[in-house]
């Protein structure tokens, strides 16, 4: 029997990245995916992939940003496989600024995306989880939840909040449901191809890498499984760090090759 066999995973963000490797992997390990995302065509091509690779998955069109679709994913879901055994939420996004030269209501969206989201998605999915009296949720902050990085400070405060939110909700939705956070370093996903696509970028990275390369969206999958699994049983409430060593070394400065 598979590891996953009969158990529903709602996936937020999942047509790219870490999101996708964490679906295709929980699929060949037997769940059935949700596929929650903004993005259709990408999300759809998800779904054939692991359909063709003898899965079994749907996609939702959800904005993150929106409660009603974090709302009505949650709701489909139920409606499709009825329980949600495990959930992801794995939007994110920042920009960059001095924190004197910012529009401080630009940080609105950032927020609204990462935090929100993920307290929306939080209480949606837990309502029903609550009602099954078991589950399991992870939340994808950062390194930069305890890093600092300059001109980051909307990214790096929204990922600092979501290591209190979930050590909050783990409080109040367990003993049933355990809530995680996972802390990712420097993957190789198509949201920082700016530095991976940049050759003296990468070394300066690697210097200040312990294991001297990016991580690969499926070494963060099995960290999810990991935590989303009956494996980390009494574990909850933690932000789980999977960055190859970066923030032992602080954050590299990138601002003399980007
Ligand atoms: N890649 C890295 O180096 C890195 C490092 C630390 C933390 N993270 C965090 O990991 C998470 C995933 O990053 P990634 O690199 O895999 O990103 P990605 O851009 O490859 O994938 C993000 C996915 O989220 C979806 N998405 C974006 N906005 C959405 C919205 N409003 N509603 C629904 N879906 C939405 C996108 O369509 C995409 O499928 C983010 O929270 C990011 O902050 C990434």
């Known amino acids: 029997m598979k590891r996953f066999e009969e158990k529903v995973f709602l996936d937020f963000g999942t047509a790219s990245g870490m999101g996708k490797a964490t679906a295709q992997l929980f699929a060949k390990d037997g769940a059935k995916v949700v596929i929650a995302d903004l993005q259709n065509s990408q999300g759809e091509k998800v779904v054939q992939e692991i359909i063709a690779e003898g899965g079994e998955a749907i996609f939702i069109p959800v904005d993150c940003t929106q409660e009603k679709d974090i709302i009505k994913a949650a709701e489909q879901t139920i409606q499709k496989f009825g329980c949600i055994d495990m959930m992801l939420y794995q939007p994110g996004a920042g920009h960059s600024a001095l924190i004197l030269d910012d529009d401080i209501d630009s940080w609105k969206w950032v927020f609204e995306l990462n935090v929100f989201g993920a307290a929306r998605a939080i209480k949606s999915v837990g309502k029903y989880m609550k009602e099954q009296g078991k589950g399991a949720i992870v ?117 003399e090759v980007l």
């Open 139 to 255: 939340v994808t902050s950062s390194i930069n939840s305890f890093v600092p990085v300059k001109e980051n400070a909307a990214y790096c405060s929204s990922k600092g909040a979501i290591a209190q939110l979930v050590k909050v909700a783990a409080m109040e939705l367990g003993p049933q449901i355990r809530v995680n956070a996972i802390n990712p370093g420097l993957t190789d996903t198509p949201s920082i191809k700016v530095l991976t696509q940049n050759y003296n970028a990468c070394q300066v990275a690697y210097k200040n890498i312990v294991m001297e390369r990016f991580g690969k969206p499926e070494e963060f999958a099995t960290t999810a499984r990991f935590l989303l699994s009956d494996d980390a049983s009494y574990i909850t409430g933690v932000s789980l760090t999977c960055d190859g060593g970066i923030s032992l070394y602080g954050y590299p400065d990138l601002s």
